[in-house]
């Protein structure tokens, strides 16, 4: 055996693996934990999406129940001719079935809302992602990612709370939707819940409440503008805005062109007939403060407010302009330069059906209502009670008076010129509007046969058997005390105010329904016709002569001014033989005008609105002036008669109710 040769060790020589660089080496490793760590990361996201939907599977609602529609009782409130007013509540239209509509109506829809619709399987991934980038890109939310099967599921299961847990449910009940429907069962539901603004839900409420008929009727144009109004119903509703909804039309329009859901000539032959709003008129946006009274008292006709209600009112559509436009017009004239910002016009027949009812300046400003809820001194507007409680006690119009200082326990009234005019008869007494006289007829007459004439004609305030009663210190209403004023316009009978005449289901089935005049008779046929002929006076020569009717439209007209301490309230509240009519005037915070009275802006409002409801109506004569005493005593207030079993019933008219008109003169 040989020994090896001695010398230098050499390096053992490496396989061309063990000679790679230690460095990718490393990055492998990198790679592979990398790789399990993604993988367990994915595992947990996994195991917490699944919690998370377990965790909201558990509180999803109930689904069976929540397919019948969770709203608000709709009351559509109608206008003595069958006009609408407006709509409180949710209105939904009976449900439409897919194949009676127009075909232009779920196109437009589905061109605008989810052009995907029927390939995606509830939730749409590029649409989301396209809404992302474009959300991105504009630095706001623009567009939203949620298919008209999302869309669904929350019309008919969850709220419109802007939530997590919301969004995620709303995921879930769009995939159980599509498992359990078809596309085409889908869409329906959804035309028939979504909402299109102005209270109304489905395609056929939307369509009666825009266009005025049925959604099968619609035409190319109409549907893209249903369509439209899903984006931003307030902001494109036709009524009030038509140029901005006629542009979101033409957008859906375009929609449909590029979804090849629609040519450009048909496109193009939809924009040239335009939208055609026929049909039923659009709600008037009258009334809100007389809508809102009538609805407060629905419930006592009705019961609760579980269902959809139609109820036709007493309003006349053209009177209450009238009084809205001449209110407006007389604040905006001379509002500013006499300190005054609100006034209240109440408009009622001798019956008391309310004609017109203007609450206030503006509805949208302020909902309280000046003509039912504000209880203000009516001042001098409250004598002619006083001067009734005379009458029956045997005074006369042309019984002699003294117009001269008094001083009742401590009490000494004055009148608004500080002068005294000395003798006098009682009719001229009231014409001029003598507080002296009328605190004196107060006290021989007795201050409870006053307050007992003030109860009988419906005045409910808590009157004090004080001094001053006689000058109107008692708060009351506009309502009130025009319906007091109606007791002389209905010859002698009460007066009790009404807004509602029929209240009947969106069925047809009648709730209720008003039947004959009501009241029977609270004061004297003689007397009321002698205070038509005292207060006719205080318009012909007295303190209202500002209510004298135009030139060529004069006709018998008998009223009252009223003007309390400070000049805090001005009214002038007067009758036809067609219509009582009240005006206050005044601010809300009870600061004085700038020397109002009665005889200035009330009676111009009250003369303007006057002669705008009489046009074209043949002068008549105010009631029962001429006829004898009637042997029937007055019952005790408006209470009783309304509950009476012994109600007269109305005369009817006597050809002997001539008014010649109070031919004295000044």
């Not at 993604?38 to 069976?64: N, Q, R």
């Not at 589905?110 to 995907?116: F, H, V």
């Not at 309230?569 to 009582?580: H, P």
Request: proline share 6%; glycine share 10%; hydrophobic share 40%.
């Amino acid at each position: 055996m040989t020994d090896a040769p001695r010398g230098p060790l050499k390096a053992p020589q490496r396989s061309p693996a063990a000679s790679k660089p230690r460095g990718k080496s490393w990055r492998g490793r990198l790679l592979r934990r990398l790789a399990y760590g993604t993988a367990i990361a994915g595992v947990w996201v996994l195991i917490g999406a699944v919690g998370v939907v377990v965790l909201f599977a558990t509180d999803l609602p109930d689904v069976d129940a929540a397919m019948e529609a969770r709203r608000r009782p709709a009351v559509t409130l109608l206008a003595a001719d069958g006009t609408e007013l407006v709509t409180i509540g949710d209105l939904y239209g009976p449900p439409m079935q897919l194949q009676d509509l127009p075909k232009a109506l779920p196109r437009a829809v589905i061109a605008t809302e989810d052009r995907r619709f029927y390939s995606h399987f509830g939730i749409d991934p590029v649409g989301l992602v396209r809404a992302a980038v474009v959300n991105l890109k504009s630095g706001r939310i623009v567009q939203g990612g949620s298919t008209i099967t999302q869309q669904a599921a929350k019309n008919l299961f969850l709220t419109s709370e802007r939530k997590f847990k919301r969004k995620v449910q709303e995921v879930m009940l769009a995939v159980w939707l599509e498992r359990r429907l078809t596309k085409d069962q889908i869409l329906t539901i959804y035309l028939n819940r979504v909402y299109f603004g102005a209270g109304t839900y489905g395609v056929e409420a939307a369509a009666q409440r825009y266009f005025g008929r049925s959604a099968r009727t619609l035409n190319t144009f109409e549907s893209a503008m249903l369509a439209g109004l899903l984006k931003a119903p307030s902001r494109y509703n036709p009524h009030k805005d038509p140029e901005l909804a006629a542009k979101r039309t033409s957008r859906v329009l375009d929609n449909m062109v590029a979804a090849g859901l629609l040519s450009q000539q048909e496109a193009q032959a939809a924009a040239r007939v335009g939208s055609q709003m026929a049909g039923r008129p659009r709600p008037s946006g009258l009334a809100r403060h007389f809508a809102d009274w009538v609805l407060d008292q629905v419930p006592g006709y009705a019961g609760s407010l579980d269902r959809d209600l139609v109820i036709r009112t007493t309003l006349d559509p053209a009177l209450q302009r009238q009084a809205e436009a001449i209110v407006d017009l007389t604040l905006d004239r001379e509002g500013q330069k006499q300190t005054v910002e609100e006034a209240a016009l109440l408009a009622l027949t001798p019956t008391g059906a309310i004609r017109a009812m203007v609450g206030g300046r503006s509805y949208a400003e302020s909902q309280f209502n000046r003509a039912t809820q504000a209880v203000r001194q009516p001042g001098s507007a409250f004598k002619p009670i006083v001067y009734l409680a005379a009458l029956e006690a045997g005074f006369t119009p042309s019984t002699p008076v003294t117009d001269s200082p008094i001083r009742i326990d401590g009490y000494q009234p004055r009148n608004f010129d500080d002068g005294f005019r000395g003798a006098m008869r009682l009719d001229e007494a009231l014409a001029y509007s003598v507080n002296t006289v009328a605190v004196d007829l107060a006290e021989k007459v007795g201050r409870t046969r006053v307050i007992a004439a003030a109860k009988r004609l419906g005045i409910t305030a808590d009157i004090k058997p004080t001094p001053s009663l006689a000058l109107g210190t008692a708060e009351t209403t506009l309502l009130e005390l025009t319906s007091a004023y109606g007791v002389f316009a209905s010859g002698g009978f009460g007066v009790w105010p009404y807004g509602i005449e029929e209240i009947r289901t969106r069925e047809g089935a009648v709730l209720y329904r008003r039947m004959g005049d009501g009241a029977g008779r609270v004061a004297d046929a003689h007397h009321v016709g002698t205070m038509g002929r005292m207060l006719a006076s205080v318009i012909e020569y007295g303190t209202g002569r500002q209510a004298q009717m135009p030139r060529g439209q004069e006709r018998p007209l008998a009223g009252k001014t009223g003007t309390s301490q400070n000049f805090r309230d001005a009214w002038f509240v007067g009758y036809s033989a067609d219509l009582a009519v009240g005006v206050w005037c005044g601010n809300d915070d009870d600061s004085p005008m700038r020397r109002v009275t009665g005889g200035g802006l009330p009676a111009q409002i009250w003369r303007d609105f006057m002669a705008a409801a009489h046009r074209g109506l043949p002068p008549r004569a105010l009631p029962a002036w001429s006829l004898p005493p009637v042997a029937e005593k007055p019952k005790k207030g408006i209470f009783d008669f309304l509950f009476s079993s012994d109600q007269q019933s109305r005369p009817k008219a006597d050809p002997r109710n001539a008014f010649p008109g109070d031919q004295r003169g000044k």
